[in-house]
């Protein structure tokens, strides 16, 4: 994964098989603190007028139109939404347009970016024959079956975001932006239990290691390369927003993954 920068937007790129990935920082956006610079997040208390200018200088520093980027409203749960197409209207380009609650995206369309909004949560882009996928996986994305039951009245019978996503591609690369690192994600008794199936060594004490748990989900559903930014966002005030570390008056930065090739 390297820095790239057009127009003062920096964004971390990673280039898989057939697609390509992004990870946006907070260099090269017009919000004010404490939303400065690049914030993406339409759900916070920054100018609405800016976040739009945001995502627009976001989208042509990658060389997209803001309306063919897909993106929805995340709700932490476990439901994909697949692309045959651009949204019309695109709540990416429009924020106050209607939007779908899904917190992962697939497309087989070549050209047509998918984006998740992130602020400490781990940005999944996934390649495979089947497509590209972008999931926004924050615990109760990732704690799922075979991680034992989190809530009885649960009444998705899905199986976690990774899985599925991974499943309906064919998955075999996927590229992790930064994220929470166990340096700085104390979590409580219940959210360690939801991962007991996985292992004793993704938490040390209170601190869990989403990155870890996201990796073995991905070797587990097949995947064999993954690439990872190794960055903790709430470490890091001056490139990332971190929802933990500024009790949640903050922005938000954003994964995309495209299938390279002529857009469709
Ligand atoms: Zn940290």
């Not at 899904?102 to 369309?109: I, N």
């Not at 024959?129 to 991680?147: D, N, S, T, Y």
Request: hydrophobic letters at 40%; one cysteine or more.
């Amino acid at each position: 994964m390297e820095w790239r920068e057009r127009n003062g937007v920096r964004w971390l790129q990673a280039t898989m098989p057939g697609a390509t990935a992004a990870f946006s920082s907070r260099i090269g956006g017009v919000s004010e603190p404490p939303f400065d610079g690049l914030n993406l997040g339409a759900f916070t208390a920054d100018d609405p007028d800016a976040v739009v200018e945001n995502r627009r200088r976001l989208a042509c520093a990658l060389g997209f139109l803001p309306e063919r980027i897909a993106s929805g409203r995340q709700v932490h749960g476990h439901e994909l939404a697949a692309h045959a197409g651009p949204q019309e209207p695109s709540p990416f380009a429009e924020p106050d347009s209607r939007t779908s609650e899904v917190d992962g995206h697939l497309t087989a369309m070549a050209g047509l970016p998918l984006l998740v909004f992130v602020a400490d949560c781990v940005p999944v882009a996934l390649s495979g024959p089947g497509g590209v996928a972008m999931l926004h996986c924050g615990w109760r994305g990732l704690a799922r079956r075979g991680l034992g039951s989190l809530d009885a009245t649960e009444t998705s019978t899905g199986e976690g975001l990774v899985a599925s996503a991974a499943a309906a591609i064919g998955a075999t690369d996927a590229a992790i932006g930064p994220s929470i690192g166990p340096c700085c994600y104390e979590v409580g008794e219940e959210v360690l239990e939801a991962f007991s199936g996985l292992g004793d060594d993704f938490a040390s004490g209170p601190m869990l290691d989403l990155l870890e748990i996201t990796r073995r989900l991905l070797l587990q559903s097949g995947v064999e390369r993954i690439e990872t930014a190794g960055l903790c966002t709430s470490c890091d005030p001056k490139l990332f927003f971190s929802h933990r570390r500024d009790a949640g008056l903050t922005g938000r930065q954003a994964g995309l993954v495209w299938r390279d090739g002529a857009v469709g």
